[in-house]
């Protein structure tokens, strides 16, 4: 059709086979320019595949899971006498932090699972036990091929497996972290989906980007004459396009307008119609989804040397904590059991850090007030420990409040 032709749409001469009155309601009414332009109407709706191709939703999907994925994994079992828990290695504590089959690492376990909790709403994976109940070995499974039902009160999961065949596991044997559960406890909330609308506006920006600048950088136009009927405007289109097409191959840098008409781009100017600031909104909306900070979308726009690091401080304490709560209380539950001395824990130190020197710092205080051994420090820098430095320390020039300014007696010289 000549007008969707001029949108830079494939070009075709045929009138429409739209009555004439039809037509006139297409080009007079907001709902048939709108389906000029796009070839559809306006909808909220958006698929899992448009989603992704977002940028934001892409980098917030990928940098949480990533995240998720990249942190510390430790199993430690209760000491109520002594206190201190012990770590526990061997078993499931190299199953969580090393493999956990023959052929996915727990890295690679974990980032394939946040992002389907990240983007479809849902992570699964099942959990394969011994004779003796223990585990042994997780593992995936794809979000779409699980349904989640209740009967009398307890939840089960059916697997449709790649012959078709439907297995039922207990809730006990599955791993199942929701982006947001329902109040039912067996549906949840998809993040893409539920917040379609704002996504959909970043996908239509970004849409609208490429129908300007993706034919050659040839904005749309509109064509203003004495048409006298719907039929007219449109072969008058489809003439101007034949006669633009001509002369792009032809190289000739001047294009014929017949008398009595006038073409004009349509309002196409990025800065005129924000275009700029809709796809920099978009990256805001994403980080207000994934309750992230712009910085972490790869929008420095508002980061700077004196704000990053509080920022660090945000992601971990309003957004990462949560989600390492969430899974170290599924896997406990699952793994042990309620009432179990054994958990799971992930370390977020190593998120706030910080430089080499901030380190050194925090690590000569802990040690020289006690709290931490040397050893213990040198661990958290990845050091091996040495004879001697498992000892607490406190200096010695340290006395109680009362005994400030007075002179301590030295203890009397042992006789031979």
């Known amino acids: 059709m000549g007008l969707k032709s001029l949108f830079g749409r494939e070009a075709r001469v045929a009138v429409p086979a739209e009555t004439e009155e039809r037509a006139r309601v297409l080009y007079d009414s907001d709902a048939g320019f709108t389906e000029i332009l796009n070839g559809a109407p306006v909808s909220d709706t958006v698929t899992m595949r448009e989603a992704m191709s977002l940028p934001a939703v892409w980098a917030a999907i990928n940098f949480l899971s990533g995240t998720m994925a990249g942190l510390p994994i430790e199993v430690f079992e209760k000491n109520e006498k002594d206190g201190g828990d012990p770590k526990v290695?061997?078993?499931?504590?190299?199953?969580?932090?090393?493999?956990?089959?023959?052929q996915l690492t727990s890295f690679?376990?974990?980032?394939?699972m946040f992002a389907?909790?990240?983007g479809p709403g849902r992570g699964y994976s099942y959990l394969e036990r011994d004779g003796k109940g223990d585990v042994i070995n997780i593992f995936p499974m794809e979000f779409d091929r699980v349904t989640v039902r209740k009967s009398a009160g307890k939840v089960f999961y059916e697997y449709r497996e790649s012959n078709g065949k439907p297995k039922t596991y207990p809730a006990r044997d599955v791993i199942d972290i929701a982006y947001l559960r329902k109040t039912d406890f067996v549906s949840s909330y998809n993040p893409v989906l539920t917040c379609g609308s704002a996504i959909k506006q970043g996908l239509n920006a970004n849409r609208y980007a490429l129908t300007v600048f993706g034919k050659n950088g040839i904005p749309p136009y509109t064509l203003k004459g004495a048409f006298q009927t719907a039929k007219e405007a449109v072969r008058a289109a489809a003439d101007m396009m034949k006669a633009t097409r001509r002369a792009a191959e032809e190289g000739k840098p001047i294009l014929p307008i017949p008398a009595g008409t006038d073409l004009q781009r349509l309002g196409d100017d990025p800065e005129k119609m924000q275009l700029t600031s809709v796809q920099k909104f978009a990256v805001e909306q994403a980080a207000r989804i994934y309750q992230l900070p712009p910085m972490f979308l790869q929008d420095l726009s508002k980061g700077n040397f004196a704000n990053t690091e509080q920022q660090d401080l945000h992601l971990v304490k309003h957004t990462v904590r949560r989600w390492v709560k969430k899974f170290e209380q599924e896997l406990t539950l699952k793994l042990f059991g309620r009432g179990a001395k054994r958990y799971v824990k992930l370390n977020i130190d190593a998120l706030l850090r910080g430089d080499f020197k901030t380190r050194m710092e925090g690590s000569a205080r802990a040690v020289n007030s006690g709290l931490l051994t040397p050893n213990e420090g040198r661990a958290l820098e990845g050091r091996e420990a040495l004879d001697g430095?498992?000892?607490?320390m406190i200096q010695g020039a340290t006395v109680p409040i009362t005994m400030a300014g007075k002179v301590i007696a030295a203890p009397p010289k042992p006789t031979d």
């Open 89 to 102: 290695s061997g078993g499931i504590a190299d199953v969580l932090g090393a493999a956990v089959n023959d």
């Open 108 to 112: 690679e376990w974990r980032e394939a």
């Open 389 to 392: 430095g498992s000892v607490l």
């Open 116 to 118: 389907e909790v990240f």
